[in-house]
T-cell receptor, first 112, second 116 residues
Framework: GDSVTQMEGPVTLSEEAFLTINCTYTATGYPSLFWYVQYPGEGLQLLLKATKADDKGSNKGFEATYRKETTSFHLEKGSVQVSDSAVYFCALSRNTGNQFYFGTGTSLTVIP | NAGVMQNPRHLVRRRGQEARLRCSPMKGHSHVYWYRQLPEEGLKFMVYLQKENIIDESGMPKERFSAEFPKEGPSILRIQQVVRGDSAAYFC??????????????FGPGTRLTVT
């Protein structure tokens, strides 16, 4: 079945450090891939997405590239800020499907 | 355009009571999804509804849980005779009718259920 495997946390970085959160997926067909962010006490917000192979999603300095050959969608940011502290979820949906499949989430804490 | 609304934001119930969680989708969205997030875990799909129809309930526990999305009013997730293991955050998401490559779900802020 479809699934998402996400790098476990928690991750603690200093401000301005480089961030990578790994995400790999298993799915039939050609899913769309997403990164959602959850700030403390809030719901999930879409951070970025990619709908086909080799697409790059980007937003607020975050990037992720849809790699079909490695079934990956790793999240990167060149210089993190304290305000990036949150839980990040990788997710996929099959375009004809009804549900999203989420990874377990990676907690990021950025210290000044 | 208001986002997905959920209420209450926090709900405390004693074991054996009923919990009712409400979700109002975004304007123009006719598809609603419910997810559960247990502590330290990701979101798990529960049920997908359209107006007056349950489309996919493959993630719903077989007993005590039910969901509806009436023609008028919000979608309701109902948990009867709650147990401590039901304590979790319950998120609702909505999407417009069309599917395809631009498909995405918009999430509400969640209802945090605590069973004492």
């Amino acid at each position: 079945g479809d699934s998402v495997t996400q790098m476990e946390g928690p991750v603690t970085l200093s401000e301005e450090a480089f961030l990578t959160i790994n995400c790999t997926y298993t799915a039939t067909g050609y899913p769309s891939l997403f990164w959602y962010v959850q700030y403390p006490g809030e719901g999930l917000q879409l951070l970025l997405k990619a709908t086909k192979a080799d697409d790059k999603g980007s937003n607020k300095g975050f990037e992720a590239t849809y790699r079909k050959e490695t079934t990956s969608f790793h999240l990167e940011k060149g210089s993190v800020q304290v305000s990036d502290s949150a839980v990040y979820f990788c997710a996929l949906s099959r375009n004809t499907g009804n549900q999203f499949y989420f990874g377990t989430g990676t907690s990021l804490t950025v210290i000044p | 355009n208001a986002g997905v609304m959920q209420n209450p934001r926090h709900l405390v119930r004693r074991r054996g009571q009923e919990a009712r969680l409400r979700c109002s989708p975004m304007k123009g969205h006719s598809h609603v999804y419910w997810y559960r997030q247990l502590p330290e875990e990701g979101l798990k799909f529960m049920v997908y509804l359209q107006k007056e129809n349950i489309i996919d309930e493959s993630g719903m526990p077989k007993e005590r849980f039910s969901a509806e999305f009436p023609k008028e009013g919000p979608s309701i997730l109902r948990i009867q005779q709650v147990v401590r293991g039901d304590s979790a955050a319950y998120f609702c998401a909505s999407s417009p009718p069309s599917k395809g490559r631009d498909y995405e779900q918009y999430f509400g802020p969640g209802t945090r259920l605590t069973v004492t």
